[in-house]
């Protein structure tokens, strides 16, 4: 069996396993930071947030999809292609999630601490986890050619 192709069944199998946990974080994320971009007086970083994990979510449920082998040639092509253009977005979005809103949240509780900031940082931290694990698999997925 051609050694690229092992590798990729192997990364199919860490791909399911990681993908619906992190596709059921990024819709939470979806939908906690569209409240909080309405609540707080309609913050960019809550927008971009808000857009980038329904994006990031999107990509993993079309990824899902080609793991799993349900869709027809004519939409596994189609779907294969936007794979190919959209593959890294989860990837670059969770380490973003991981680093700055996870990480770094916790950092600046070196000036004022609050009890809502380490839940939030650690939801972060997890959904950053899930999604980086998740996003990394479906990269080399995107690679294969559809016969």
Known sequence: MNKALENTIGSNNTFMKYAPRAVALLC????????????????????????????????????????????????????????HRCSYVPYL???????????????????????????MSLFYLICGHFVVNAGFQSCPMARLEVR
């Open 28 to 83: 939470l994320l979806t939908v906690i930071s569209a409240i909080s971009f309405l609540t707080r007086g309609w913050a960019l970083m809550d927008f971009n947030t808000s857009i980038l994990s329904a994006l990031s979510a999107l990509v993993l449920l079309l990824n899902i999809q080609l793991a799993r082998g349900n869709a027809t040639s004519s939409k596994q092509k189609f779907l294969t292609r936007i794979m």
């Open 93 to 119: 979005f969770g380490i973003y999630l991981l680093l700055f809103k996870g990480f770094w949240s916790l950092t600046l509780m070196v000036e004022s601490f609050s009890v809502m900031r380490v839940v």
